[in-house]
């Protein structure tokens, strides 16, 4: 790393110790209550993945840089500077072996909120080149393609098709004055084609209008997990460019948490202005279908089942309620893990950390806290609400040899619904034309 890279990384450090940070290593007690709440320090025992350690080069330079005591040490040697060759080496700590889940800042007895910190050290990071190369790799798809995953519209046009031909319904595309504007992500187009026709077959029994837009079909943003507030900019305004283009009211984020938190929480604070319309979790809208008495449904999963609550979605989003009222309308024997909603175990894979294959070891062996949670309740079907939980689910299941089928709630739910008879009928109504 030349000097000239590590002093932006160093600078774009400094910047990013806003008043929380400050405030959260001043306040530290060191109890590391925070280890025993993430599972890359309980499933290994190794005391560098303690949450707070991961922040140990931000935090020098805090400490050298924004207080008396450390610019003192500094003065007289007694205080190492943050070396090109430290922020290199920290690299596994930031990003291999966090996934942003928070868990730590729920048990944090001062409040510190640990997941906004290493967002912050992350920051740094990216600027001083020491991000890994899968999730730059990405990013950088992202932007000149449109999609992390490379995924182009005629790959959604496609399976666009695909749905018309297995069940007779349109999926509208760039249809201006649509109530909602349907996001999807890359792994639900690539992975699991059955959410699309999903929301397709929920969306017409409900008589609600939405569309896709052919400029902004992706949802995921992987400047949120770069730690390139300039990209999740970026990636942010495109979604927004297309639902004022398109007057919509609400922006839905599917079955993605970090894609929800991009759009959600992080995108009006990136942009600098609120949005003018709403920004929705697709559960959510779901669960409004069902308060208004627009989803019907008939028989019950007779299957032990259980639901593994995305972090981003429930601990970060508070998306608790809506997912498990969903499952009540279709299944006679669900269950709750021992930690459940705000306080259940991450799966492994989210912040990037399954889109960067040096980390692929890791995931795994955190997956075994998961592992722990299924055994326990000896059940048949796992449920979840998130795309990339769900491949993590599925790969851990396999490594692990346990049988055991991994469903989106969308497509579960939509297996339930009471088909309805009149379906010219609605098509014409609503006036949606087919996608090219």
């Known amino acids: 790393m030349s000097a000239a890279t590590l002093k932006r990384g160093l600078q774009a450090l400094r910047e990013e110790i806003d008043a929380p940070v400050a405030s959260f290593f001043s306040s530290c007690m060191h109890c590391g209550l925070c280890a025993e709440a993430c599972l890359f320090y309980t499933e290994t025992g190794n005391p560098e993945y303690t949450p707070i350690h991961k922040l140990e080069p931000m935090r020098r330079l805090w400490q050298q840089e924004f207080t008396l005591l450390g610019r003192l040490q500094s003065l007289l040697g007694l205080s190492k500077p943050v070396t090109d060759a430290e922020l290199e080496a920290w690299q596994p700590l930031v990003y291999d072996s966090c996934s942003l889940c928070g868990r730590c800042s729920m048990v944090c007895p001062v409040g510190n909120d640990v997941a906004y910190m290493i967002r912050k050290m992350r920051e740094g990071m990216s600027a001083s080149g020491n991000a890994p190369e899968g999730i730059m790799g990405a990013t950088t798809r992202a932007v000149k393609i449109g999609s992390p995953m490379g995924v182009r519209f005629p790959a959604v046009q496609a399976q666009a098709r695909h749905v018309k031909n297995d ?41 609600k209008t939405w569309t896709i837009s052919s400029t902004a079909f992706e949802a995921t943003n992987s400047g ?152 326990s309740l000896h059940v048949d079907t796992l449920v979840t609400a998130c795309a990339n939980c769900r491949m993590q689910l599925e790969e851990g299941l396999e490594v692990n040899q346990m049988d055991m089928p991994v469903v989106g709630l969308t497509e579960m739910l939509a297996e339930h619904l009471v088909e309805t008879p009149d379906d010219e009928a609605f098509d014409d109504k609503i006036k949606i034309p087919a996608g090219d």
């Open 167 to 207: 069940t007779g319904i349109d999926i509208p595309v760039d249809v201006e004055g649509a109530e909602y504007l349907m996001l999807m992500s890359s792994m639900e187009i690539i992975n699991f084609p059955e959410y699309m026709e999903s929301v397709a077959r929920i969306f017409k029994q409900a008589g």
């Open 224 to 375: 949120i997990q770069l730690g390139n507030s300039d990209i999740a900019k970026e990636l942010v305004q495109r979604v927004v460019d297309a639902a004022e283009k398109l007057k919509v009211k609400t922006v839905i984020s599917p079955e993605c948490g970090h894609a929800y938190t991009a759009i959600r929480w992080e995108g009006p604070n990136l942009i600098g202005k609120p949005f003018s319309f709403e920004v929705k979790h697709i559960v959510e809208v779901l669960d409004e279908f069902r308060t208004a008495g627009l989803l019907k449904t008939e028989g019950l999963e007779e299957a032990r089942l259980t639901f593994h609550d995305p972090c981003q979605l429930v601990r970060r989003g508070g998306v608790i309620e809506p997912p498990r009222n969903l499952l009540k309308m279709v299944s006679q024997n669900f269950v709750e893990m021992e930690d459940n909603g705000k306080m259940n175990w991450c799966c492994g894979a989210g912040g990037g950390v399954s889109a960067n294959e040096d980390a692929a070891e890791l995931r795994l062996t955190a997956f075994k806290r998961k592992k722990v949670q299924l055994e």
